[in-house]
């Protein structure tokens, strides 16, 4: 990706310089899809045209062209496009069974091809929203140097008039992978009971994520209403979840023996991408099966959406641990409280736990480098903090400072690499610094693990795993495959996986939300 980026500085103007800048932070920080390559003028008088490659395209766009905007939207209508078992089979759709109307006499002036409760395939929602003047506007996503408006449009989701499904023959599987997500529950119960409301009878969980479809002694479990009713008052995974071991040719050879029509999918992005390669097997094999993913993760690092279930609730857990830290800091002589928290390689939830407590002085992300030592090293910070307010609170993520440790050269299962510990590293680099100095401190240090995601869902999670669950079965009963169900934007949608897995989303250093954390902290650059 970086080499697609660089660029003959000799031929930029100082806008496509500023311009370049941008997006390379929006590149590199996920919220644009675009791969820009700076193309070399056949006539070397005039500065040489900015070309923009739309990723997964072979369109390239000269912004001399008069018709760019016209063929970037074709190539986005063509990237966003719903993949559907209508592309391999000539399927006639039948009406829908899904109506919030069956108990309800019609009154004669009333036809139920009139009533508004469903979606149609032409309805769309807009990706962005904001017309940035300038690339260098705060957190500024540009397509072309003068930041034009472009609309991108994704596709509406919810419920059609008609179907491609018959819902009394199809066998549905839900699975869940990953780690643990609050609202995993919340899913898998509103998926059962839309699937019911549609009138399907045959319903199974799948163990123990993707292990569940291959691994012997595991059993699929028959769901119903009835059954998992009350499974939302619990965290964790009533079906069990687990990392590694998807191997997709088996996986879908396991999908063609137990007859599966619909599977849903729950995970992060690796469950994406495993849903994705599902998806594509199936089309090989020309099986007429619908995977439709639903995005969990705490990490909140999934391209294009406004945020994956799961995550509020572990930035209010997350909240907890830091008002903790701030308690003991606060009644401590020279406190230092320390909370390190989870977020694989992306700092969504230590930012946002620090801006929602409002009791950090210093948020360390993986995003943005720091020094611990020297003149801008966060310790000298700590120091002035003890000699101004007398205490304070650091909080720093996961995966944050790596490049201060040694690696610890370890993946898990998935392939996932595990961090070396930032939390314990920098509890110990404080207490000596402190001691070296003769300064007291009395550093708390706090690493709250699992405890910010083996939890209930909270209400804003909850209605969001509802709406998800919901709308992924609308999305399979509607032909589609190989998508996921999410928020954009505030509006609900479908976006193809294939459109979120080229990267994981990670916080941009240059966003108004990172900023908004830097003006809470008050802390300096630590570099
Ligand atoms: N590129 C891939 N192709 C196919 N399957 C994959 C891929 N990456 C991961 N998987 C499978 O998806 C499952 C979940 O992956 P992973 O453990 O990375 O969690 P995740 O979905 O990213 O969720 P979390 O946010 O909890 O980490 C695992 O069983 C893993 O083997
Ligand atoms: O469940 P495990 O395998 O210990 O993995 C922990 C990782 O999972 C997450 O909770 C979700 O991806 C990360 O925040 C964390 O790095
Ligand atoms: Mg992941």
Known sequence: ???????????????????????????????????????????????????????????????????????????????????????????????????????????????????????NNDDRALLKVIKYSSPTSAGAECIDPDCSWVEQWVHRAGPRKEIYYEPAEVKAAI????????????????????????????IVGIPFGYRGFFEKGLKEMPLSRGLVENINLNGGSFLGVSRGGAKTSEIVDSIQARRIDMLFVLGGN????????????????????????????????????????????????????????????????????????????????????????????????????FTLDGEFGVLQHLEHLLKSKGFCVVCVAEAAGQDLLQKSGATDASGNVIFSDIGVHMQQKIKTHFKDIGVPADVKYIDPTYMVRACRANASDAILCTVLGQNAVHGAFAGFSGITSCICNTHYVYLPITEVITASKRVNPNSRMWHRCLTSTGQPDFH
């Open 270 to 369: 690796g469950t994406h991408a495993g849903a994705n390669a599902i998806h594509e097997e199936c089309r090989k094999r020309k099986l007429k099966v619908s995977v439709v993913a639903v995005p969990k993760t705490i990490d909140n690092d999934i391209l294009l959406m406004d945020k994956t279930f799961g995550f509020d609730t572990a930035v209010e857990e997350a909240q907890r641990a830091i008002n903790s830290a701030y308690i003991e800091a606060r009644s401590a002589y020279h406190g230092i409280g320390l909370v390190k928290l989870m977020g694989r390689s992306s700092g969504f939830i230590a930012m946002h736990a620090s801006l929602s407590s409002g009791q950090v002085d210093v948020c360390l992300i993986p995003e943005v480098p």
């Open 175 to 202: 699975v869940t992978c990953g780690g643990l997500c609050p609202g995993l529950n919340d899913v898998i119960r509103q998926i059962v009971f839309t699937l019911e409301t549609y009138g399907v009878k045959n």
């Open 1 to 119: 990706m970086a080499s697609a980026l660089k660029t003959n500085g000799s031929f930029c103007s100082t806008q496509q310089q500023q311009f370049l800048q941008s997006t390379t932070d929006q590149f590199l920080h996920g919220s644009s899809h675009l791969n820009f390559k700076h193309c070399k003028s056949k006539k070397t008088i005039k500065p040489a045209p900015l070309c923009v490659r739309a990723t997964s395209s072979k369109v390239e766009l000269d912004f001399h062209d008069p018709s760019w905007k016209q063929k970037f939207q074709e190539d986005w209508e063509r990237r966003f496009n719903l993949p559907s078992i209508t592309d391999i089979y000539d399927l006639k759709p039948r009406p829908t069974t899904f109506s919030l109307k069956k108990n309800r006499t019609l009154t004669g002036d009333e036809n139920v091809d009139m009533w508004n409760g469903y979606v």
